[in-house]
């Protein structure tokens, strides 16, 4: 997992993330100084291994609180379909509206309490990539939820409506062919953004793609069992 880079001028042996030379100081490899997001986006589909290398070397983790955001409303809206919460709404629009709401405001702490888990996790299995490097390739995994907030999600609410968050009844009894295809694009988007972090975290901490795997599956369980604790407080 420990890839080198030698040192043109004293011929050290130098991290693959290192910048400047560990011994004389000269430049290895170029600056990183701030994400472009488009740029880095298109590289995430690309060449995730590249786009990640070039998360972890940026100075500055541009985007990551934005993709934070889209991730908390992703998942307030996950978590008002398992519950059926739209037994408690009688109408689309004020579900939308605590929905929006509910997920910016866990958004962030969500986000910063899953870094947290996952940087602890890969440090007891091993790792020993520091903690800006989880919380950027954190962020950037979860750029499938861009594609599910913006693109997914409004065609599912539009086709849908109330009958995705309500039981009786429900989406699939209404209209299951559009359930079932939209549903898997979800699935297949929330799939995509698990292997993608997967991915970053064991290249962030050069652990293999097992323990990788074992760190990243069980924070994502004790996060979605604290979600659904959290949100049943409300009593939606």
């Given at each position: 997992m420990n890839r080198m880079i030698v040192c043109p001028v004293c011929a050290i042996q130098n991290d693959e993330y290192a910048i400047t030379c560990s011994s004389c100081g000269s430049y290895v490899q170029d600056r990183i100084p701030t994400l472009d997001f488009f740029a880095t986006l298109w590289l995430m589909i690309e060449?995730?291994?590249?786009?990640?290398?070039k998360i972890i070397m940026a100075e500055h983790k541009n985007y990551v609180l934005l993709l934070a955001?889209?991730?908390?409303?992703?998942?307030?809206?996950?978590?008002?379909?398992?519950?059926?919460?739209?037994n408690s709404f009688d109408n689309l629009l004020p579900l939308l509206l605590f929905g929006s709401v509910?997920?910016?405001?866990?958004?962030l702490p969500f986000f910063y309490?899953?870094?947290?888990?996952?940087?602890?996790?890969?440090?007891?299995?091993?790792?020993?990539?520091?903690?800006?490097?989880?919380?950027?390739?954190?962020?950037?995994?979860?750029m499938p939820m861009v594609f599910l907030v913006v693109f997914v999600l409004p065609l599912m609410l539009a086709t849908l409506g109330l009958w995705l968050f309500s039981s009786n009844p429900n989406a699939?009894?209404?209209?299951?062919?559009?359930?079932?295809?939209?549903?898997?694009?979800?699935?297949?988007l929330?799939?995509?953004?698990?292997?993608?972090?997967?991915?970053?975290?064991?290249?962030?901490?050069?652990?293999?793609?097992?323990?990788?795997?074992?760190?990243?599956?069980?924070?994502?369980?004790?996060?979605?069992?604290?979600?659904?604790?959290?949100?049943?407080?409300?009593?939606?």
């Amino acid at each position: 997992m420990n890839r080198m880079i030698v040192c043109p001028v004293c011929a050290i042996q130098n991290d693959e993330y290192a910048i400047t030379c560990s011994s004389c100081g000269s430049y290895v490899q170029d600056r990183i100084p701030t994400l472009d997001f488009f740029a880095t986006l298109w590289l995430m589909i690309e060449s995730p291994a590249q786009a990640f290398k070039k998360i972890i070397m940026a100075e500055h983790k541009n985007y990551v609180l934005l993709l934070a955001m889209f991730l908390g409303i992703a998942v307030s809206f996950g978590l008002m379909a398992v519950q059926k919460s739209g037994n408690s709404f009688d109408n689309l629009l004020p579900l939308l509206l605590f929905g929006s709401v509910f997920g910016g405001v866990i958004g962030l702490p969500f986000f910063y309490a899953l870094t947290g888990l996952l940087h602890g996790m890969a440090i007891v299995f091993g790792g020993s990539g520091k903690y800006t490097s989880t919380y950027g390739v954190t962020g950037w995994s979860q750029m499938p939820m861009v594609f599910l907030v913006v693109f997914v999600l409004p065609l599912m609410l539009a086709t849908l409506g109330l009958w995705l968050f309500s039981s009786n009844p429900n989406a699939f009894q209404v209209k299951p062919t559009v359930t079932i295809v939209l549903g898997g694009f979800a699935g297949l988007l929330a799939i995509w953004s698990m292997i993608l972090l997967i991915m970053g975290i064991s290249k962030a901490h050069k652990v293999s793609i097992v323990r990788s795997t074992v760190i990243t599956l069980s924070v994502i369980s004790a996060a979605s069992l604290g979600m659904l604790e959290l949100y049943s407080l409300f009593n939606i």
